[in-house]
Protein backbone atom coordinates (compact mmCIF):
# COMPACT_ATOMS: atom_id res chain seq x y z
CA UNK A 1 0.00 0.00 0.00
CA UNK A 2 2.75 2.48 0.86
CA UNK A 3 4.79 1.70 -2.68
CA UNK A 4 1.53 2.17 -4.30
CA UNK A 5 0.48 5.60 -2.53
CA UNK A 6 4.26 6.68 -3.39
CA UNK A 7 3.77 5.84 -6.55
CA UNK A 8 0.59 7.66 -7.25
CA UNK A 9 2.39 10.72 -5.67
CA UNK A 10 5.23 10.46 -7.97
CA UNK A 11 2.92 10.58 -11.05
CA UNK A 12 0.84 13.41 -9.78
CA UNK A 13 4.18 15.52 -9.34
CA UNK A 14 5.40 14.07 -12.74
CA UNK A 15 1.66 15.54 -14.35
CA UNK A 16 2.59 18.67 -12.22
CA UNK A 17 6.23 19.11 -13.55
CA UNK A 18 4.83 18.50 -17.06
CA UNK A 19 2.57 20.95 -16.83
CA UNK A 20 4.90 23.72 -15.62
CA UNK A 21 7.05 22.89 -17.80
CA UNK A 22 4.96 23.93 -20.47
CA UNK A 23 3.65 27.37 -18.85
CA UNK A 24 7.57 28.19 -19.01
CA UNK A 25 7.81 27.45 -22.34
CA UNK A 26 4.93 29.34 -23.69
CA UNK A 27 6.00 32.52 -21.28
CA UNK A 28 9.90 31.47 -23.21
CA UNK A 29 8.52 33.48 -26.47
CA UNK A 30 9.20 36.53 -24.93
CA UNK A 31 11.91 38.57 -26.33
CA UNK A 32 12.28 41.49 -24.16
CA UNK A 33 12.28 42.56 -20.36
CA UNK A 34 10.40 44.52 -17.80
CA UNK A 35 8.09 45.42 -20.44
CA UNK A 36 6.28 47.22 -17.47
CA UNK A 37 8.94 48.96 -16.25
CA UNK A 38 8.34 47.56 -12.63
CA UNK A 39 11.69 46.50 -11.89
CA UNK A 40 12.99 49.82 -12.54
CA UNK A 41 12.99 52.17 -9.25
CA UNK A 42 14.45 54.98 -10.25
CA UNK A 43 15.04 57.15 -13.43
CA UNK A 44 18.65 56.11 -13.47
CA UNK A 45 17.29 52.56 -13.57
CA UNK A 46 15.87 53.39 -17.06
CA UNK A 47 18.78 54.80 -18.13
CA UNK A 48 21.76 52.63 -17.33
CA UNK A 49 22.55 49.68 -19.59
CA UNK A 50 23.19 46.97 -17.06
CA UNK A 51 24.52 44.53 -19.85
CA UNK A 52 21.59 42.59 -19.15
CA UNK A 53 18.14 42.50 -20.82
CA UNK A 54 17.34 46.24 -19.40
CA UNK A 55 16.45 49.24 -20.51
CA UNK A 56 18.90 51.92 -21.52
CA UNK A 57 19.07 55.15 -22.87
CA UNK A 58 21.66 54.29 -25.73
CA UNK A 59 21.79 58.28 -27.81
CA UNK A 60 23.81 59.97 -25.33
CA UNK A 61 23.51 63.09 -26.61
CA UNK A 62 25.50 65.39 -24.63
CA UNK A 63 24.50 64.78 -20.76
CA UNK A 64 21.29 66.24 -20.67
CA UNK A 65 19.99 64.29 -23.23
CA UNK A 66 19.56 60.82 -21.45
CA UNK A 67 18.20 63.21 -18.28
CA UNK A 68 15.15 63.54 -20.46
CA UNK A 69 14.14 59.29 -20.11
CA UNK A 70 13.02 59.71 -16.66
CA UNK A 71 10.76 57.10 -14.48
CA UNK A 72 6.94 58.26 -14.14
CA UNK A 73 5.19 56.90 -11.24
CA UNK A 74 2.28 59.44 -11.36
CA UNK A 75 -1.35 58.93 -12.69
CA UNK A 76 -1.32 59.79 -16.54
CA UNK A 77 -4.38 59.32 -18.55
CA UNK A 78 -5.72 56.79 -15.68
CA UNK A 79 -2.34 54.82 -15.63
CA UNK A 80 -1.09 54.90 -11.95
CA UNK A 81 1.91 52.52 -12.59
CA UNK A 82 5.57 52.44 -13.63
CA UNK A 83 6.02 53.81 -17.29
CA UNK A 84 8.71 55.66 -18.88
CA UNK A 85 8.83 59.53 -19.67
CA UNK A 86 10.63 61.59 -22.29
CA UNK A 87 10.89 64.55 -22.51
CA UNK A 88 10.41 67.03 -25.52
CA UNK A 89 13.37 69.24 -26.26
CA UNK A 90 14.21 71.12 -29.42
CA UNK A 91 18.09 70.69 -29.56
CA UNK A 92 18.77 66.99 -28.00
CA UNK A 93 17.73 63.44 -29.18
CA UNK A 94 16.44 60.90 -26.06
CA UNK A 95 16.04 56.76 -27.10
CA UNK A 96 14.65 54.34 -24.69
CA UNK A 97 15.86 51.17 -26.16
CA UNK A 98 16.24 47.28 -24.89
CA UNK A 99 17.47 44.53 -27.38
CA UNK A 100 15.44 41.46 -28.28
CA UNK A 101 16.82 38.37 -26.43
CA UNK A 102 17.52 36.96 -29.53
CA UNK A 103 17.73 38.22 -33.01
CA UNK A 104 14.46 38.50 -35.38
CA UNK A 105 15.07 37.38 -38.78
CA UNK A 106 11.10 36.00 -39.45
CA UNK A 107 8.25 37.21 -38.13
CA UNK A 108 7.55 38.72 -34.58
CA UNK A 109 5.08 41.00 -32.69
CA UNK A 110 5.63 44.14 -30.70
CA UNK A 111 3.01 45.66 -28.70
CA UNK A 112 3.00 49.03 -26.54
CA UNK A 113 0.94 51.39 -24.58
CA UNK A 114 1.63 54.97 -25.72
CA UNK A 115 0.27 58.42 -24.46
CA UNK A 116 1.78 61.31 -26.19
CA UNK A 117 1.25 64.27 -24.36
CA UNK A 118 2.72 67.33 -26.22
CA UNK A 119 4.49 67.62 -30.05
CA UNK A 120 6.67 70.23 -30.48
CA UNK A 121 5.02 72.05 -33.52
CA UNK A 122 7.90 73.05 -34.85
CA UNK A 123 8.86 69.97 -36.91
CA UNK A 124 5.27 67.96 -35.84
CA UNK A 125 6.53 64.72 -35.43
CA UNK A 126 7.68 62.45 -32.57
CA UNK A 127 6.85 59.66 -30.48
CA UNK A 128 8.96 57.75 -32.84
CA UNK A 129 8.96 53.57 -32.27
CA UNK A 130 11.56 52.27 -34.40
CA UNK A 131 12.68 48.29 -34.49
CA UNK A 132 16.02 47.67 -36.29
CA UNK A 133 19.82 47.34 -35.51
CA UNK A 134 22.78 48.67 -34.50
CA UNK A 135 25.70 48.77 -37.42
CA UNK A 136 27.82 51.95 -37.55
CA UNK A 137 28.16 51.72 -33.52
CA UNK A 138 27.94 55.36 -33.27
CA UNK A 139 25.05 57.26 -31.29
CA UNK A 140 23.30 53.83 -30.28
CA UNK A 141 20.90 51.20 -32.11
CA UNK A 142 18.49 52.95 -34.70
CA UNK A 143 19.86 56.16 -34.70
CA UNK A 144 20.68 56.30 -38.68
CA UNK A 145 18.04 55.49 -41.30
CA UNK A 146 20.11 52.17 -42.71
CA UNK A 147 19.50 50.66 -39.04
CA UNK A 148 15.79 51.05 -39.11
CA UNK A 149 13.25 48.86 -40.56
CA UNK A 150 9.96 49.95 -39.09
CA UNK A 151 9.67 53.50 -38.65
CA UNK A 152 6.48 55.22 -36.89
CA UNK A 153 6.18 58.54 -35.51
CA UNK A 154 3.03 61.05 -34.16
CA UNK A 155 2.17 64.56 -35.79
CA UNK A 156 -0.40 66.65 -34.68
CA UNK A 157 -3.89 66.38 -36.39
CA UNK A 158 -5.18 69.07 -38.22
CA UNK A 159 -8.24 69.06 -35.43
CA UNK A 160 -6.65 70.46 -31.72
CA UNK A 161 -5.98 68.27 -29.33
CA UNK A 162 -5.88 64.74 -32.09
CA UNK A 163 -2.63 63.28 -33.56
CA UNK A 164 -2.15 60.98 -36.35
CA UNK A 165 -0.01 57.91 -36.06
CA UNK A 166 1.96 57.60 -39.18
CA UNK A 167 4.76 55.39 -40.96
CA UNK A 168 7.62 55.92 -43.58
CA UNK A 169 7.94 53.54 -46.17
CA UNK A 170 10.53 52.46 -48.44
CA UNK A 171 12.82 55.17 -49.37
CA UNK A 172 9.94 58.10 -49.37
CA UNK A 173 10.69 61.16 -47.17
CA UNK A 174 8.56 63.07 -44.72
CA UNK A 175 6.81 64.29 -47.02
CA UNK A 176 5.39 60.42 -48.19
CA UNK A 177 4.48 59.30 -45.35
CA UNK A 178 2.09 56.59 -44.24
CA UNK A 179 -0.99 57.71 -42.48
CA UNK A 180 -1.66 54.74 -40.10
CA UNK A 181 -4.68 56.29 -38.11
CA UNK A 182 -6.16 59.42 -37.73
CA UNK A 183 -7.54 61.96 -35.31
CA UNK A 184 -6.39 59.99 -31.95
CA UNK A 185 -6.78 62.09 -29.00
CA UNK A 186 -3.77 63.43 -26.96
CA UNK A 187 -3.63 62.47 -23.06
CA UNK A 188 -4.87 59.28 -23.98
CA UNK A 189 -3.65 56.15 -23.56
CA UNK A 190 -3.40 54.06 -26.95
CA UNK A 191 -2.63 50.40 -27.81
CA UNK A 192 0.09 49.74 -30.65
CA UNK A 193 0.23 46.70 -32.31
CA UNK A 194 3.06 45.96 -34.67
CA UNK A 195 3.67 43.03 -37.40
CA UNK A 196 6.46 42.54 -38.42
CA UNK A 197 7.88 39.90 -41.56
CA UNK A 198 10.90 40.48 -42.11
CA UNK A 199 11.79 38.13 -44.81
CA UNK A 200 9.13 39.76 -46.01
CA UNK A 201 10.50 43.31 -45.57
CA UNK A 202 7.13 43.99 -44.00
CA UNK A 203 4.99 44.94 -41.32
CA UNK A 204 1.12 46.17 -39.87
CA UNK A 205 -0.14 48.09 -37.49
CA UNK A 206 -3.15 47.85 -35.30
CA UNK A 207 -4.02 50.65 -32.82
CA UNK A 208 -6.32 49.49 -30.19
CA UNK A 209 -9.35 47.29 -31.95
CA UNK A 210 -8.94 49.25 -35.69
CA UNK A 211 -8.57 46.11 -38.10
CA UNK A 212 -4.36 46.07 -39.24
CA UNK A 213 -3.25 48.10 -41.26
CA UNK A 214 -2.32 46.83 -45.32
CA UNK A 215 1.01 45.33 -44.99
CA UNK A 216 3.89 48.54 -44.96
CA UNK A 217 7.07 48.20 -46.59
CA UNK A 218 10.17 48.47 -44.25
CA UNK A 219 12.06 51.49 -43.77
CA UNK A 220 14.78 52.09 -46.29
CA UNK A 221 17.47 54.48 -45.78
CA UNK A 222 20.57 52.91 -47.36
CA UNK A 223 21.30 50.70 -49.92
CA UNK A 224 18.61 47.51 -48.75
CA UNK A 225 16.72 47.08 -45.34
CA UNK A 226 17.87 45.20 -42.57
CA UNK A 227 17.67 41.84 -42.16
CA UNK A 228 18.63 41.10 -38.63
CA UNK A 229 16.72 43.21 -36.47
CA UNK A 230 18.28 43.17 -32.64
CA UNK A 231 16.36 46.86 -30.91
CA UNK A 232 13.05 48.67 -30.38
CA UNK A 233 13.96 52.22 -29.48
CA UNK A 234 11.33 54.55 -28.87
CA UNK A 235 12.80 58.52 -29.24
CA UNK A 236 12.38 62.14 -29.50
CA UNK A 237 14.89 63.96 -31.31
CA UNK A 238 16.09 67.72 -32.23
CA UNK A 239 14.25 67.58 -35.27
CA UNK A 240 11.05 65.73 -33.89
CA UNK A 241 10.42 66.64 -30.68
CA UNK A 242 7.32 65.74 -28.01
CA UNK A 243 7.19 64.43 -25.20
CA UNK A 244 4.94 61.15 -24.13
CA UNK A 245 4.86 57.70 -21.83
CA UNK A 246 5.03 54.44 -22.72
CA UNK A 247 4.03 51.22 -20.69
CA UNK A 248 3.29 47.16 -21.38
CA UNK A 249 6.16 46.44 -24.15
CA UNK A 250 5.60 42.80 -25.46
CA UNK A 251 7.75 41.39 -28.38
CA UNK A 252 7.00 37.56 -29.08
CA UNK A 253 7.32 35.82 -31.71
CA UNK A 254 4.50 33.31 -32.75
Same mark, same amino acid.
Given at each position: ??? %?????? &?????V &?????? $???????T? &?????????C????? &??????? !?? #?? *???????????????????V??????? $?MI??? !????T???????? =??? $?????T?????? *??? !??? +? %?????L????????N? =?N????E %????L? @???A?? !????N??? %? *????? #?????? /?????DL?? #??? /? *???????????? /?????????? =???????????P???T?????? @??D? $?G??Y?? +?V?????
Open positions: MII %RSLSCR &LASLF &LAFALA $ALAGAAGG &LLADGGFDAKKSGD &LRTDNKG !PD #WS *ETRKDTDKGPKLLVLSTKKAGNATHK $AKAH !PDLNYLTQSFAT =PQT $ATFTLYDICVK *EIL !PDD +N %RSGFCIGASYDKKG =PSTGK %RFVFG @WENKA !PGKILFA %R *EADKD #WTGRTL /VATNLMA #WHK /V *EVAVDVKKGTYT /VRVGQSPASK =PLKAFKGGTAIKKLHVSFAS @WNG $ATFVD +NKATNP
